[in-house]
């Protein structure tokens, strides 16, 4: 499947090992193709694609650090939304969703609250995938700290 996958590339190296041809575009430096925010658009995404890249399925991974998302309207492709931060934007997360085909959650509750409205959404708890770096240039003093419970 060609997987074209915007904002945040989370899961694109385990998606790639599933044989998978993945592609992941937006304002994030962790990027195949970088886009300037000024003129993030889905045209601007379009145009910037390989040619011989033709997506199955588009995969839009939100993060807490950027908000950067086009309007997806337009596409006539399979729209998936990866909310990450839904128990904190819950809102906008919404209002954004409603262009999508199906919505995960990294939050169990945020994906029921997501039914009740109406969306086809699923559980999918976020782990760390390795070669992202969630904290740019940091060295942090413990590798791995859990706040909470399971």
């Known amino acids: ?4 996958q915007l904002e945040y590339p989370l899961y694109y190296k385990e998606l790639i090992a599933l044989g998978h041809r993945v592609i992941s575009c937006g304002t994030d430096p ?4 970088w886009i300037d ?3 993030y658009s889905y045209e601007t995404i379009r145009s910037r694609l390989p040619a011989d890249f033709i997506p199955d399925v588009i995969l839009v991974c939100e993060s807490l650090m950027k908000r950067r998302f086009p309007d997806l309207t337009d596409s006539k492709l399979p729209l998936v939304f990866y909310s990450i931060d839904g128990h904190m934007h819950f809102d906008w997360h919404v209002r954004y969703g409603r262009q999508f085909d199906l919505i995960i959650s990294s939050q169990q509750d945020i994906a ?3 039914k009740q409205l109406g969306n086809d959404a699923h559980w999918l708890p976020w782990s760390y995938t390795a070669g ?3 904290f740019y240039g940091e060295r942090r003093p413990i590798d791995i700290g859990i706040v909470g419970s399971f």
Do not use: A, Q, R, T
């Open 37 to 39: 925010p000024v003129v």
């Open 1 to 4: 499947m060609n997987i074209l």
């Open 112 to 114: 029921e609250k997501f």
């Open 30 to 33: 962790g990027c195949d193709i």
């Open 132 to 134: 992202i770096k969630p």
